[in-house]
């Protein structure tokens, strides 16, 4: 079972979360709470993903994700919005969010993204992925400099990230253990100094490399 926390100051949208989520066979949502209780029922109940919403009166959600991330073992999370361009986005991209959805995300869809986001898949609503292509890395260095440092296979399997591929998935497409991809990812993101997939597959896309078959040049 996938445990899920959602985390919003609203209470008719925790409970039609809840409501939609209920019906996946193998999604359990363990705890819902407002910001203020976030901390404590995340603390409490270990889940596997946080759909956190990124905006919220009394703890917004980018003090909430710093405290996320801060833990020994954080679970992904992924925030919840109504703006397609929230400033808040690029902020909690570099906090390391694991995706963004819009809260007027199809029904159908939800519980497929909150399976990508358990298996380690990027997340990003087609609009908000329009908000966050221009996003920059850290130190300004060009993406294509970045992209560089890496090596055909890193390259090939960056692309593989980049199409929200989990790690299970990219090894069975490239022949590699689960264990080998995921010390390749972790490579990755040292290599072009990002701390999530999310920006490593948006580096990826502003270098051009998901236009280009299998990665390489």
């Not at 407002?34 to 029922?41: C, F, K, P, R, T």
């Not at 710093?66 to 919840?80: I, N």
């Amino acid at each position: 079972m996938i445990r899920v926390v959602v985390v919003d100051d609203d209470a008719l949208v925790r409970s039609g979360l809840q409501l939609i989520l209920r019906v996946a066979p193998d999604i359990e949502v363990v705890s819902t709470a407002s910001g203020a209780e976030a901390i404590d029922e995340i603390t409490r109940h270990r889940p596997d993903v946080v759909l956190l919403d990124i905006r919220m009166p009394d703890v917004d959600g980018l003090t909430v994700l710093r405290q996320v991330r801060a833990m020994p073992h954080p679970p992904t999370v992924a925030m919840l919005t109504t703006f397609d361009a929230d400033e808040y986005i690029t902020t909690a991209l570099r906090i390391g969010a694991a995706g963004f959805i819009l809260k007027d995300t199809h029904p159908e869809h939800l519980a497929q993204l909150v399976r990508a986001l358990a298996a380690g898949a990027v997340v990003l609503s087609p609009k908000v992925s329009r908000t966050v292509v221009d996003w920059r890395v850290e130190n300004g260095e060009d993406a294509a400099s970045a992209i560089a440092r890496l090596t055909d296979r890193e390259r090939e399997i960056l692309v593989h990230v980049a199409d929200g591929l989990s790690n299970a998935e990219i090894g069975t497409r490239m022949y590699l253990s689960g264990g080998t991809v995921k010390d390749h990812v972790s490579a990755i993101l040292t290599k072009l100094k990002v701390t999530s997939r999310v920006q490593a597959a948006l580096i990826a896309q502003r270098a051009g490399l998901l236009t280009q078959p299998d990665g390489n040049s």
